[in-house]
T-cell receptor, first 114, second 113 residues
Framework: AQSVTQLDSQVPVFEEAPVELRCNYS??????LFWYVQYPNQGLQLLLK??????LVKGINGFEAEFNKSQTSFHLRKPSVHISDTAEYFC????????????FGKGTRLSVIA | DAMVIQNPRYQVTQFGKPVTLSCSQT?????MYWYQQKSSQAPKLLFH???????NEADTPDNFQSRRPNTSFCFLDIRSPGLGDAAMYLC????????????FGDGTRLSIL
């Protein structure tokens, strides 16, 4: 079975500062990895995904994430955050075969302070 | 734009009174999902359809049922809502391949009086 751990439940950061949201996963098989963002009273929106190939993945809104197989991590980063990045961020994993549905982490609340 | 639409956005019902939430999609995706999300928690998968093939999660209460009359529409029925069922309900769709991400609607926030 797969599991996802988002190490920080809340991350406050000043506007224009860099941010890293941490995600570790556990799986005995190869996986696909996703980051989603959820703004208040909205559904989840895909930020980026890792399927294979280059371990550095670029997404929307200036976010990027790096897949590290040895550390089983998929941390999300942005070099300079804006007030509009305030939202909940979910890391998710699914095995690349079989029928196991997507497994979400518990989420990290990013608060950008002016 | 192709999208996932949930209606209504806000639903209020009485304790024990059946309620139906709806979801439609213009993406022509084969897979549709229903999630329950409570405040400050991750979405919890209730069930999903691979085309017409219904898959119920083991811990989804019997009180929750779903219908998918065609590719575009999916419904969530709560037969006898309890106070603990107050939550955001999210519908999502995806293609059949596992590397395809899910596309979410904006959710229906259900309140129980």
């Amino acid at each position: 079975a797969q599991s996802v751990t988002q190490l920080d439940s809340q991350v406050p950061v000043f506007e224009e500062a860099p941010v890293e949201l941490r995600c570790n996963y556990s799986s005995s098989v190869s996986v696909y990895l996703f980051w989603y963002v959820q703004y208040p009273n909205q559904g989840l929106q895909l930020l980026l995904k890792y399927l294979s190939g280059s371990t550095l993945v670029k997404g929307i809104n200036g976010f990027e994430a790096e897949f590290n197989k040895s550390q089983t991590s998929f941390h999300l980063r942005k070099p300079s955050v804006h007030i509009s990045d305030t939202a909940e961020y979910f890391c998710a994993v699914t095995p690349n075969s079989g029928n196991t549905p997507l497994v979400f982490g518990k989420g990290t609340r990013l608060s950008v302070i002016a | 734009d192709a999208m996932v639409i949930q209606n209504p956005r806000y639903q209020v019902t009485q304790f024990g009174k059946p309620v139906t939430l709806s979801c439609s999609q213009t993406l022509n995706h084969n897979v549709m999902y229903w999630y329950q999300q409570k405040s400050s928690q991750a979405p919890k998968l209730l069930f999903h359809y691979y085309d017409k093939d219904f898959n119920n999660e083991a811990d989804t209460p019997d009180n929750f049922q779903s219908r998918r009359p065609n590719t575009s529409f999916c419904f969530l029925d709560i037969r006898s809502p309890g106070l603990g069922d107050a939550a955001m309900y999210l519908c999502a769709t995806s293609g059949l391949k596992r590397n395809q991400p899910q596309h979410f609607g904006d959710g229906t926030r259900l309140s129980i009086l």
